[in-house]
């Protein structure tokens, strides 16, 4: 690489990306007021060559200091860069030794993964493999690539930046924490701004998920699984930057499964679902067929199957609406139904 990144990067997106950075011009005593339109290499060159001379800028020196400046904060805060293209499965076996269904499965940023298949076939176990980057050291015999190539193990470990946000099927908080502290602390980790506002719209989301609301001063440890779940997904939706997203079965969960995949389903990751639900099954662009622990087959959604998702969508408003009556104490009327599905 001819030259730094980061030296050809607009200020703007350098500051989006490393809110610490506005230092480095602070200290260096150089005003960056609107030239977030230029890299830093772009504003060096346009300042006026007798103000350089005047405040002994040296243009090389500030470019290699800033870079070097950068890096060290990066080092320092645990921040990785995770630009993720694509990760890939390179096949393992089965629970019997026998080889997979398939050599090799590239899934590209954007792209939404379902998995299906009987319950202890083994999809929580593929979901396994990809958060550990498993490199033929799990049961499976499978293999993660990142981009292309083995990823750095340094993945596996690094808490604040982590490659994967996995939502599993059980959540057990230990903490003595409101729910609002336990956002705020996970928010200050993060080290974002604006931690009070985050804070609350996290809690509002994920009352917006849940089927029960809960308040901000609700004890964590008192939340109902569907609460916690719901909290789990807001806090991974709104703060979580890993560019992988593994969901495990949260149709369970007791929260509105729809709106949670819209909130943690956002352009540039990669989402794998384990799951039973024929809606999000469809949703997905490919599904994986997982059986005796092995990929048995990887099939991409037919435009047949997307039209059905439509009617998916009514049946799933019927049950809705016969579930908020009977809690409610009302009679099932058949009109419930042909209301809905007879022309
Ligand atoms: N290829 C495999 N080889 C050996 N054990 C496997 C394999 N795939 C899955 N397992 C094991 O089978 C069990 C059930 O798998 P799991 O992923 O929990 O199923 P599911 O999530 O589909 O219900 C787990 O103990 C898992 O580690
Ligand atoms: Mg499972």
């Known amino acids: 690489m001819a030259k730094s990144e980061i030296l050809e990067m607009k200020l703007g997106k350098v500051f989006e990306k490393y809110s610490f950075a506005r230092n480095f011009f602070e200290e260096n005593n150089l005003n960056i007021d609107g030239q977030e339109g230029k890299s830093i290499t772009e504003f060096l060159e346009e300042l006026d060559e007798d103000y350089k001379e005047d405040m002994a800028i040296d243009t090389e020196s500030i470019l290699s200091s800033f870079e070097s400046y950068i890096n060290m904060m990066k080092e320092f805060l645990g921040i990785e860069d995770n630009a993720v293209e694509s990760l890939t499965l390179i096949a393992g076996h089965d629970k019997f030794g026998n080889p997979e269904g398939f050599d090799e499965f590239t899934i590209n940023k954007s792209e939404i993964i379902s998995i299906v298949g009987p319950t202890g076939s083994g999809k929580s176990r593929l979901l396994a493999d990809i ?18 190539e083995a990823p750095d193990k340094k993945w596996r470990f690094s808490s604040n930046n982590k490659l994967v946000a996995q939502l599993s099927q059980n959540m057990n908080f230990v903490m003595d924490l409101t729910a609002m502290e336990f956002v705020k602390l996970h928010a200050e980790s993060r080290m974002i701004e604006n931690i009070d506002d985050v804070a609350r719209e996290i809690i509002d989301e994920a009352n917006n998920l849940a089927g029960e609301k809960f308040s901000e001063d609700t004890p964590i440890t008192a939340l109902s699984g569907g609460q916690s779940r719901a909290l789990m997904i807001a806090d991974t939706a709104k703060l979580s930057s890993s560019p992988i997203v593994l969901i495990d079965e949260i149709e369970n969960a007791g929260i509105d499964r729809k709106k949670a995949l819209d909130l943690l389903v956002s352009q540039d990751k990669i989402v794998l679902m384990a799951t039973h639900d024929p809606y999000l099954a469809l949703i997905a662009d490919k599904r994986i067929v997982i059986n005796n622990g092995a990929i048995a087959k990887i099939i991409e959604t037919s435009e047949e199957e997307r039209e059905m998702l439509k009617e998916l969508e009514k049946v799933d408003e019927l049950i809705q609406s016969m579930r908020s009556s009977l809690r409610y104490g009302e009679r099932m009327s058949a009109s419930m139904i042909t209301d809905r599905f007879v022309k």
């Open 131 to 148: 958060e550990w980057t498993a490199q033929n050291d799990t049961p499976t015999g499978r293999s993660i690539l990142i981009n292309g």
